[in-house]
């Protein structure tokens, strides 16, 4: 008997020690609110939307101790529209991360549905990851530095910081038998933080993006036969072979205001590829697309920030079947007023304006079309009023 409860004590007093170096963490963001959309689809719209700030979301996030500076850790995140309760990201169950890997002295190494390392340095520097919301993303985020888009079937590596520097990439397997580049994507970052200085740059590179990227959000196989993007910004260019991406971002903090920028310059490679998606306009050759964005920030007091910015994207002439299509511009302001109520919730008011000229990658006249609304306008000008409410837990 005292053998029995000496064995049952010490594998009690084992499973505690297990425990306590080990930990499970569910976490979640609500974001919901009231938008007036001045022209949506030729109407004017007053309507709830969820995750506008922030994607809503739920999550697990674990950690277990290895000993000697190493640790696992997944991390599982779903998206939902607290608007209706449906499922976010296309179906997905955990559509926004689905991540496994290892901690290091040296970095994190990790694998799943993840984000592009190249948007993990840039990212943070664009106003929509901030105080503006993804109402006030770069049109279509065509830029993806907002991190619409996600990278499936991802290695991804990002080292610790050295004396402010860090860098990091990620390689995504394509997975299709006797194509080894088909689908695939990779990509580059780095970033330098310094007392009030951050700056950072990035590349990514997408194979069949239509259907390795755009096409990734759903339970099912993306089609090749359909655009897996609505917005008319980029709609037209799904046929393209290979979507690549550099960008660089920089901020600076004077005091309560910080001044920040962003650069990308996008581009749309060989088109024509039915392979890849639709081209109902016969377009060939390649179109780049440029955006940059200016942007100042405010803390008013430990509660209460504002924010001002302004974006600029442009895309090139390209060549299609009925001549050439000179490419449209784009032009959007943004401004916003956040107060936190607690270290949890907060309200917020946003505005977006958008004005568009030229022609679209439809092959027609340009028209506005604000990030994550459910229709373009039915002109070259749309605007956005959004006032939510953002809760974390």
Known sequence: MKIICCVATGAILFAGNTY?????????????????????????????????????????????????????????ENGFDASTGKLGQGGLLFGRQASVGLNSPYGTLSLGRQYASAMDFVGAMAV?????????????????????????????????SYGGFSFGGDYSLGGVAG?????????????YTMGPLQVGAGYLNVRNPNISLFGNATSGTASAAVANTTYPIFSGFTSARTYQVVTTGVAYKLGAA???????????????????????????????FNSAEASLRY????????????????????????????????????????????????????????????????????????????????????????????HKF
């Not at 006030?136 to 888009?149: K, M």
């Not at 439809?362 to 070259?380: E, F, G, K, V, Y």
């Open 20 to 76: 306590a170096q080990s930990s499970v963490t569910l976490y979640g963001i609500i974001d919901e609110g009231i938008n007036y959309n001045s022209n949506m689809n030729g109407g004017r719209v007053f309507a709830t939307q969820s995750g506008v700030m922030q994607g809503s979301r739920w999550g697990l996030r674990g950690l277990e101790d290895l000993g000697g500076g190493f640790s696992t850790f997944f991390d599982l």
């Open 128 to 160: 929509s990851n901030q105080w503006a919301g993804n109402i006030n993303a770069h049109p279509a985020d065509v830029d993806n530095l907002n991190d619409t888009f996600r990278i499936n079937n991802d290695v991804k590596f990002k080292s610790i």
């Open 179 to 191: 194509a080894t580049s088909r689908n695939q994507a990779w990509s580059l970052g780095a970033g």
């Open 258 to 288: 910080t001044l920040g920028a962003t650069y990308a310059n996008v581009a749309f490679k060989e088109l024509g590829d039915s392979a890849s998606g639709p081209n109902p306009s016969g377009y060939k050759g390649s179109v780049h």
């Open 299 to 390: 803390q008013i007091n430990p509660a209460l920030l504002v924010g001002l910015a302004y974006n600029y994207t442009n895309s090139s002439s390209v060549s299609s079947a009925t001549g050439i299509n000179n490419g449209a511009t784009y032009q959007q302001g943004m401004a916003g007023i956040d107060y936190l109520l607690s270290k949890r919730t907060d309200v917020y008011l946003l505005g977006a304006y958008q004005k568009a000229s030229g022609t679209d990658s439809r092959n027609r006249p340009a028209i506005a079309s604000i990030n994550n609304q459910s229709s373009p306008s039915s002109s070259d000008r749309q605007a956005v009023i959004r006032i939510g409410m953002r």
